[in-house]
């Protein structure tokens, strides 16, 4: 009797099966299919994988800190004095030292009073809005902000509406209405958004966020997980670039991009913090993070804020005005938003180390990235449910460590094209 035959004695679990079967028969027929791709090498430009060596331009390890030699041997120190895992929850006893230190340099990095540290991006999301927004509230998020920001204002039983992406009128009409409705005195509203958005490479009209906000009495959560370690004086992202830190209630920020390790985080005010600390289940009820990815990412932060993390990020901007100039070489592919021809243009500054290449349908740009895979360019086609129906692209994204060759590479494959 085969291990089927054997459950299919008990009805309920060949059900489960036949679920299982034909979930993943219309994931098939919609073309959406992924499956995952192993690689055995470190995280970098160059990559080994199970069909060779590849160029890497679909990493989020944008200033190349994941594989870092000072980062390596900090965490190793820190794994040598403190072991492997935290063994239990921030509240009980995981409150290594190390986690701590790393709380302490985001709060000095962002110049808030106080931050917190969550095991990843998603967690900080799904742990922070539920803690800030209940039943009767009210969270608006721009349509393009990250699924994880969306998972929370789910979780919240808040009240979610979503503004067209950085359509500050629709954005105001909500607010508007909201102010309006006399039923709703005294509750809150908690605006949500990212600063640079993760699959468009654009930025949020912030200064703008924050006028509407104070003129409604709105709250602002801002996601920097895709512009800290590049923008301001300490490179800690938009928010400090634009010198607006005192403005926005609830910096978030994952270390598991241009920081090169894993973790997320919220930064700002001491009672925010404690709030979080008491209220956010995805922080009380989840084990401490490790202290040697700990550690990694303190040492990343203080790199980042030095001359070489001003150097690293020199390097990613040039990386990102020659790869944008790449890519517009072929008009007939690829639809570039104007934040990236105004780069190629020299008209503008990068807006982000992310520069989506819109080819729209999905077929065609799955096949765009075969035919780059064949010729050594490893860039994965992203597809709905990531982004719209209709705007499958390529998310190429550059590494300060991205050199001369490897972007001749990127045109020579890019030119060999034939979609
Ligand atoms: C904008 C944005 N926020 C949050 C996250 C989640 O962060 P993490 O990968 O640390 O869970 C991501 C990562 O994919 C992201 O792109």
Known sequence: MTAREKR???????????????????????????????????????????????????????????????????????????????????????????????????????STESAVVFGSGFAAAIGTIPALAGKNDLVILDKLAHACLFQGAFTSGAQVRVFPHNDLDRLEDILRRRAAASSVNNRRTLIVTESVFSMDGDQAPIKKLIELKEKYGAWLMIDEAHAAGMFGVNRSGLVEAMSLTDAVEVQMGTLSKAVGAVGGYICGSNGLINILINRAKSFIFSTAPSPATVAAASKAVDIIKSSEGEHRVRRLWENVIAAAGILMERPEYFNLPRHVTGVAEGVSSPSSAIIPAIIGETNKTMESSRQLRERGIYIPAIRYPTVPRNQARLRITLSALHRADDLESLRNAVHALDL
């Open 8 to 110: 299919s004695q008990y009805k309920s679990i060949d059900s489960f099966e036949d679920f299982l079967d034909s979930a993943a028969a219309e994931i098939r027929s919609a073309g959406l299919w992924r499956r995952l791709k192993r690689i055995d090498s470190p995280q970098g430009t160059r990559i080994k994988t199970s069909i060779g060596d590849l160029l890497n331009f679909s990493s989020n390890d944008y200033l190349g800190l994941a594989n870092h030699e000072a980062i390596k041997a900090a965490a190793t120190e820190v794994l040598e004095r403190y072991g492997v895992g935290s063994g239990a929850s921030r509240l009980i006893s995981g409150s290594l030292a190390p986690i701590h230190g790393l709380e302490q340099r985001l709060a000095d990095w962002k």
